[in-house]
């Protein structure tokens, strides 16, 4: 029968090693990651397998540059290397598609914007005093950043939303939300939990408030889950307050 006594001396310290350097490595497959995305890689790819020349033929990309990040991809499961030396699409890599159900593209590429990842270097300001990092990075809130530069706020929206895709549907498939007449969704970025709890629940209306830019793409969201006539849009800044009633709904509401 194995146990940590039938180790030989050192394998657990050993193990423990690898362990932290996978951690620490992650980071840079993130970087990889991300830049796949930003390329569209995975959708490239989708139509068929490719070479690395194929693909930097089509896309103006440096040849040999992309062989290597695409082989390092693969060894991660993004993506598979074949017998010809194409690479083709896996589970992994048609999650980075952008135009599949519950994408992770554009969180991937939230990843490795400057913004965001200068702050992340800084966090030892913030545990030495108590500040955020981004705030001395940047020179402004997550948020006054995000609502000055539109394209960013974007992205951020179409991050969160993918982000999640998977917890909303275990919410909505768990909770018990049966008796609510209204579900208001106080930050709900572009609507998707909202949207698949009311789908659930018919009788329901819902009340969705975030920032103005970042419900600004709600409404065509919304309506592709057919539910324009039941959710009412509000945009506004939680942090100053939130909204008491509905413009067009009842005000009997439960928020969340």
Known sequence: ?????????????????????????????????????????????????????DIAQAKGLHASSLYRLLRALASYGIFAEQDDGTFAQTPMSEALRKDVPHSVSSLAQLAIRPWSVQAWMELSHGIRTGSPAFEHVNGMQFFEYLN??????????????????ATGAAVAETYDFSG???????????????????????????????????????????????????IDVRAGDFFEAIPRRSRRLPTQAYFA
């Open 1 to 53: 029968m194995n146990n940590k006594q039938d180790e030989r001396p050192g394998t657990i310290e050993k193990r423990a090693m690898q362990e932290v350097r996978d951690l620490l490595v992650a980071r840079w497959v993130a970087y990889m990651i991300g830049v796949a995305a930003v390329l569209g890689l995975a959708d490239f790819i989708h139509a068929g397998s490719k070479t690395a020349e």
């Open 148 to 165: 000055q530069h539109p394209n960013e706020v974007a992205l951020f929206a179409e991050a969160m939303r993918g982000f999640s895709a």
């Open 180 to 230: 609510i007449r209204i579900l208001a969704d106080i930050g709900g970025s572009q609507g998707l939990i909202l949207s698949l709890i009311l789908r659930k629940y018919p009788e329901m209306r819902g009340i969705l408030f975030d920032l103005p830019s970042v419900v600004k793409g709600a409404p065509n969201f919304i309506k592709s889950y057919g539910l324009e006539n039941r």
